[in-house]
């Protein structure tokens, strides 16, 4: 093999070998990778995301976790886990048995926890779906998790007409913004809470060009007279039938007093770390049903088919030109460039965990990983 075929093959990973605080377990590994073993496909990632779930991963306090695995060039006792669950990557090499892909295809990831923090990495065909480049690589590379939540949440619970309300807290995260603008392509009202800040005002306003009917705190949830005017004016008495829940706690509580007859309160994350405390007489009363809701688990228990039916309805409305109902996510790139050395890479990665988990970042961070020379 020539030395360029050689550095070609030269691939970087964010790796640990014990789950715990991000902002020490975590390395970089250089490996180099061979070509696809039959069956197989080499790909390069081109971004992927740091979201809440990864972070929580590494902690150790996630339900799900990616195998532990001896990189190509490692001894097999070597085990580490390679971080990351969501990306899009470009198909470089396809071993001869494989169909259906071919090299420079953009695709996406299956498979949970496919160590998608990397420059480049062998896969399975199954345990990826093409994705149009027409998406855009910033939508590609979050499109498997955060919009396919809120579309699910959207649609699996209630059935709700035109002109009906949603209301949600964590409306600023992305699986918030999805909400905002799935609901809004539907002619779905959104209420919408977050967090108060200095910047409250700049904050809706963005929300609300996302398609937000409204946009409050979770202190205007204490004031009576609102709620009451929420209840009885803008739900025209009817009370809100579906309430999504990113944050848990007191607020949690509150929010659900905005919830009327037969609804769904449903929880998709915990992001205040708060337990979530319900009073007893809606359920008895008001028949209220409080669910979660994982799109792991929908992703495990559906069939590739429902899984790029649902990819294709989001990339109609990515994809919709001018009218184009679900933009990108605000973020920021992480280059993790070719030259940076392994602990140079680690520490560009560390510094981010200790910034995402002071909260308040509002970006999603996406990681760009170039294959080391
Ligand atoms: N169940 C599922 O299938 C599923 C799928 C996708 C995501 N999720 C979960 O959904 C949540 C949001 O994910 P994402 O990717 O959309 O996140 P993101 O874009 O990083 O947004 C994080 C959100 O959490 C809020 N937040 C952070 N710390 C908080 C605290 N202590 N109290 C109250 N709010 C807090 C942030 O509000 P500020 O701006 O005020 O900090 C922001 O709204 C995470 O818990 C994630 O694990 C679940």
Not at 301 to 326: F, N, P, Q, W, Y
Request: hydrophobic share 40%; with cysteine.
């Amino acid at each position: 093999m020539t030395r360029a075929a050689m550095l070609r093959g030269l691939s970087r990973a964010i790796v640990y070998t014990q789950t715990g605080d991000p902002t020490s377990v975590l390395s970089a590994r250089t490996f180099s990778l061979p070509p696809p073993a039959p069956g197989t496909l080499n790909v390069k990632l081109l971004l992927a995301p740091i979201n809440p779930a990864d972070i929580n991963v590494v902690q150790g306090v996630y339900p799900a976790r990616p195998s532990l695995e001896a990189l190509p060039d490692s001894a097999p006792t070597d085990q580490l886990f390679v971080a990351g669950n969501e990306g899009v990557a470009q198909v470089t090499h396809v071993a001869s048995d494989v169909a259906g892909l071919n090299v420079g295809d953009w695709v996406i990831m299956t498979k949970p926890q496919s160590g998608t923090w990397a420059s480049a990495r062998q896969l399975r065909p199954d345990d990826v779906l093409k994705i149009p480049r027409e998406a855009g690589e910033v939508h590609a590379a979050t499109i498997t998790v955060n919009p396919p939540t809120a579309w699910n949440m959207l649609n699996n619970f209630v059935h709700l007409n035109e002109g009906d309300f949603v209301v949600q807290n964590g409306a600023n995260s992305a699986v918030g913004q999805a909400v905002i603008q799935i609901a809004a392509a539907r002619g779905l009202k959104t209420l919408n809470f977050v967090r108060n800040r200095p910047d409250f005002p700049d904050l809706a306003s963005k929300l609300k060009a996302l398609g937000a009917t409204e946009v409050l705190t979770y202190d205007d949830l204490t004031d009576r007279a609102l709620v009451k005017t929420i209840m009885k004016d803008w739900t025209a008495g009817k009370g809100i039938r579906l309430g999504l829940n990113c944050v848990g706690g007191k607020d949690t509580t509150n929010m659900m007093r905005l919830l009327g007859e037969d609804a769904f309160l449903v929880s998709y994350g915990a992001m205040s770390r708060e337990p979530l405390t319900l009073p007893t007489s809606p359920f008895i009363f008001s028949n209220l049903t409080c669910t979660g809701y994982w799109q792991a688990r929908w992703s495990k228990t559906h069939s590739r088919e429902d899984k790029e039916s649902l990819m294709k309805s989001l990339v109609d409305l990515i994809v919709a030109g001018k009218a184009s109902a679900l933009k990108e996510p605000e973020h920021e790139i992480l280059t993790i460039g070719a030259q940076d050395s392994d602990e140079v890479a680690a520490q560009k990665v560390r510094d981010i965990m200790s910034k995402l988990l002071k909260g308040q970042y509002g970006k999603k961070v996406l990681l760009n990983m170039e294959s080391p020379v």
